[in-house]
């Protein structure tokens, strides 16, 4: 397929498109939106070039793209992480394999595929060979190290690209491939059990609004934290037995447990807020578990010694997912028992999705059409 491309790409006749075979036209230019610089703007670009798929990569006709707060956090540049610049944002790409590398063998040209945050990783190291690949240290991160989904058409490591079946509506998978499989490996990792409460501060966000539901599938009694009517109301429709507004409430730590009849035994903080995670040592139930996936820029969790030892909790930090999460995470989203609350819009608006992010205005996820 390589060969194709590069035979077609010095052809005179074929200046701006290159066919690949007889389904698939893939253009030399494309857009995307990149910026050049931390909080530069946001360049809606019309003829970025296309990247070329390497031996183990599938290049992906991106359809949709979720927009994940690390997307928000990757443009700010407060993680003590550099960014690849100028990149291109974006690891919820959902869409169709246009073309592979030589050494690819999983994926066909017109399959269905889903590029997430882990692109790719050594798969050879500890921590690789034990399923924790996202510690890998030479771990690849789509919209962050290597150019994201905020554009046509992306690249992914073949053997981490998600697989999702045919006739699935990529628009409502693709914040699966981040936020569902986030929260899904949260919530195994806080280890409750069927019966048990969850607290889910952030819940009527992105993250949040999929973790109420996995927590519903998983049999747990989710608990959400946020605030406002529209929140409120969705978190509700999507599960949650209990919603409590952090600002509308004089005492929260005394109304959760109350709720929760002596504390929730997981919580799970998907919110971008370090006081959120400072409050729920003292609500957690004793012996509970607290999990932190929000990344606030330059946060610290803090717990009171006294009262982490004599409560005997649990703190412990939870980092996207590994391929066996992956495929496990999108089964419940086939079989229908986790949906996406999703507002499409076009790929030109990714400015004001981040305004509204910054407030803490989306209820849900916002999903780019790569096409507008
Ligand atoms: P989002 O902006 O969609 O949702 C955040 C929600 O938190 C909002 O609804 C907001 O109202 C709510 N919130 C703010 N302060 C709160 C508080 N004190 N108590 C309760 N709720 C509060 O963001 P998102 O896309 O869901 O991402 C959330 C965080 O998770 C980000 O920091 C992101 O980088 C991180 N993240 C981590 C991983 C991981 O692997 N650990 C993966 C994906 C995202
Ligand atoms: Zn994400």
């Not at 690891?91 to 994926?107: D, I, K, L, M, P």
Request: hydrophobic content about 40%.
């Amino acid at each position: 397929m390589l060969r194709t491309i590069s035979r077609l790409a010095s052809s005179p006749a074929r200046r701006n498109f290159i066919r690949l075979n007889s389904t698939f036209v893939v253009p030399r230019t494309q857009k995307a939106i990149v910026f050049e610089k931390n909080n530069g703007p946001l360049l809606y670009k019309t003829d970025w070039p296309v990247p070329t798929p390497a031996a183990d990569e599938i290049l992906v006709n991106v359809k949709y793209s979720g927009v994940c707060h690390t997307d928000l956090h990757a443009w700010h540049g407060d993680w003590p992480l550099p960014t690849k610049l100028p990149l291109v944002g974006g690891h919820e790409g959902a869409g169709v394999v246009v073309a592979r590398g030589s050494a690819v063998t999983n994926f066909e040209l017109g399959d269905y595929a889903g590029i997430k945050w882990l692109n790719g990783s050594c798969l050879s190291c500890e921590f690789c060979l034990k399923g924790a690949e996202s510690s890998c240290s030479d771990a690849i991160l789509t919209g962050y190290t290597h150019d994201g989904t905020f554009q046509e058409y992306a690249t992914a490591k073949a053997i981490h690209a998600a697989k999702i079946p045919k006739q699935t509506d990529l628009a409502q998978i693709a914040p699966i491939l981040c936020a569902g499989i986030t929260v899904y490996k949260a919530l195994k990792t806080s280890t409750a059990t069927p019966g048990q409460w969850v607290a889910i501060t952030g819940a009527g966000g992105g993250l949040g609004s999929l973790a109420i539901q996995y927590a519903k599938a998983m049999g747990l009694r989710p608990i959400a934290i946020d605030t406002g009517a529209a929140k409120a109301e969705l978190c509700k429709s999507l599960g949650a037995e209990v919603f409590i507004d952090f600002k509308a409430t004089s005492d929260l730590s005394a109304e959760i447990k109350q709720a929760t009849h002596g504390g929730p035994h997981a919580v799970i903080h998907v919110a971008v807020s370090e006081a959120a995670i400072e409050v729920s040592t003292d609500y957690v139930r004793p012996t509970g578990t607290i999990v932190l996936v929000g990344m606030p820029a330059g946060a610290v969790a803090r717990s009171s010694v006294f009262n982490h030892v004599v409560k005997a909790i649990d703190i412990k930090g939870s980092y996207v997912g590994n391929r066996e999460d992956t495929v496990e995470a999108l089964d419940f989203f086939s079989r229908g028992l986790v949906s996406s609350p999703i507002n499409i819009v076009g790929l030109s608006e990714l400015a004001s999705v981040y305004e509204k992010m910054e407030k803490g205005e989306i209820v849900g996820r916002f999903v780019l059409d790569t096409t507008c």
